[in-house]
């Protein structure tokens, strides 16, 4: 079994920053893709940004220039920074994994969820 925990979300004001965290755990062989999605409230959820192993990344229009994401292999972590918050970026933001198991089974996994507020 495979856990992802995310950390780091809250509420902040507009234009100010966030970091979050995600680590995982687990029967872990290898992850490969990483990424955050958000669900706002009343809405569908959508990817925010991507990146792969090798560390490639892939963002959505709205967040391009604001948010990065990055990862540390040796620590089975992904952030996301945000910067220059704006309220629309209220939301449920979730890790998500691509992870291979000793078994050599890919799976895909996703945290639980950490909150995001952005007042105006």
């Known amino acids: 079994q495979v856990q992802l925990v995310e950390s780091g979300g809250g509420l902040v004001q507009a234009g100010g920053s966030l970091r979050l965290s995600c680590a995982a755990s687990g029967s872990i062989f290898n992850i490969n893709t990483m990424g955050w999605y958000r669900q706002p409230p009343g809405k569908q959820r959508e990817l925010v940004a991507t990146?792969?192993?090798?560390?490639?990344?892939n963002y959505a229009d709205s967040v391009k220039g604001r948010f990065t994401i990055s990862r540390d292999n040796a620590k089975k972590t992904v952030y996301l920074q945000m910067n220059s918050l704006k309220p629309e970026d209220t939301a449920v933001y979730l890790c998500?994994?691509?992870?291979?198991?000793?078994?050599?089974?890919?799976?895909?996994?996703w945290g639980q969820g950490t909150q995001v507020t952005v007042s105006s």
């Open positions: 998500n994994a691509g992870v291979d198991t000793p078994f050599r089974r890919t799976y895909d996994y």
């Open positions: 990146i792969t192993n090798s560390g490639s990344t």
